[in-house]
């Protein structure tokens, strides 16, 4: 079955850019998605087809993909970015999902 | 403005039957997919599956078939996650989402329905 590992946390310094890495075979040829989580919220789409802004969301989020890795850049990053992060590819009509990305600001 | 509202929060003993459901509002039900997401106690996202409201055909993760059943409802703009007999391991919050497609995000989320299977 397909698999998209991430790195279990990324520290930032508020201000700084944070990148998260999500990576799979070839991932570079499917669409990518990223999701932000609170604790004790829903996830919300932040980056939709690797690089798309959903209505709502700060530009300072940006996303790209290239051949085996998918990465969600924030830039100036704020505490309110805190949260977990996880990225979503489609593989032959089944949904996966990263394990998540721990963002400590 | 475009909702997913989903039932509440239940208890359950092992064994037992559970249905739990995802009403869509603000926007045409059937010209989105919904798929539900399962969330273990302090853990990632699995999804489980998706439904078409428009025709209720359905996919799902091979780690959940058999396991629940996804339907829907469009004269009540509802979709809807079923277990026939509930297992401790089946504790988790369930979200559902919206997508239009195999290759679009998922927007939005449902609140999420806490399911507790305990004897």
């Known amino acids: 079955s397909y698999e998209l590992t991430q790195p279990p946390s990324v520290s930032v310094s508020p201000g700084q850019t944070a990148s998260i890495t999500c990576s799979g075979d070839k991932l570079g040829d499917k669409y990518t998605s990223w999701y932000q989580q609170k604790p004790g919220q829903s996830p919300v789409l932040v980056i939709y087809?690797?690089?798309k802004w959903p209505s709502g969301i700060p530009e300072r989020f940006s996303g790209s993909n290239s051949e085996n890795t998918a990465t969600l850049t924030i830039s100036g990053t704020q505490a309110m970015d805190e949260a977990d992060y996880y990225c979503q590819a489609w593989d032959r009509f089944i949904v996966v999902f990263g394990g998540g990305t721990k963002l400590t600001v | 403005e475009v909702q997913l509202v989903q039932s509440g929060a239940e208890v359950k003993k092992p064994g037992e039957s559970l249905r739990i459901s995802c009403k869509g509002s603000?926007?045409?039900?059937?010209?989105?997919?919904i798929s539900w997401v399962r969330q273990m106690p302090g853990k990632g996202l699995e999804w489980m599956g998706r439904?078409?409201?428009?025709?209720?055909?359905?996919n799902y993760s091979p780690s959940f078939q058999g396991h629940v059943t996804i339907s829907a409802d469009k004269s009540l703009s509802s979709a809807y996650l079923q277990w026939s007999s509930l297992k401790a391991s089946d504790t988790a919050m369930y979200h559902c989402a919206r997508h239009a497609n195999w290759n679009s995000g998922f927007d939005p989320w449902g609140q999420g329905t806490l399911v507790t299977v305990s004897s």
């Open positions: 439904i078409d409201p428009r025709d209720s055909s359905t």
């Open positions: 087809q690797d690089n």
């Open positions: 603000g926007y045409s039900f059937t010209s989105y997919w």
